[in-house]
């Protein structure tokens, strides 16, 4: 498991003051991204080496609303890593309190978008995200 924080903004609310629900899912798709930088594995490096990880699937619970200046800490963690596709698991807090949890999905794919062996072609890469994978 691996954490980071997100600081909700103005601009991220709506008319009743809370955050707007599609905010969570920009946060998720920060926590993965810092999971990966904090792994050794910088999206934009994995980007540049011809690697992809398009969304096929998102799964959000809303708890409770967040509100402007609020601090987000999210837990990320990595619960299903094959040779094509990935599942990570989001759970979000303000204070002690669970706020959100959620799940997103995605395949592995080359810079072509066509599907890929990800253990043949990226075996170090495969090899420390099976290393990472946690029991939900």
């Known amino acids: 498991m691996k954490e980071c924080y997100h600081v909700v903004q103005y601009y991220e609310t709506d008319r009743m003051g809370m955050a707007h629900h599609s905010n969570y899912i920009r946060w998720m798709e920060e926590a993965r991204a810092d999971f990966l930088m904090q792994a050794g594995w910088p999206f934009r ?13 998102v799964d959000v619970e809303y708890f409770r ?55 043949e072609e990226f075996p170090e890469f495969y090899n420390a995200m099976r290393a990472e994978v946690e029991e939900e």
């Open 65 to 119: 609303p967040v509100t402007f200046s609020d601090k987000v800490r999210i837990e990320v963690r990595l619960i299903g890593f094959g040779i094509a596709k990935f599942k990570v698991s989001y759970r979000m807090f303000c204070g002690l309190e669970c706020v959100c949890a959620a799940h997103s999905e995605h395949g592995l794919v080359g810079s072509d978008g066509r599907h890929i062996r990800i253990s």
């Open 45 to 57: 490096e994995l980007e540049k080496a011809g690697l992809a990880s398009p969304v096929i699937g």
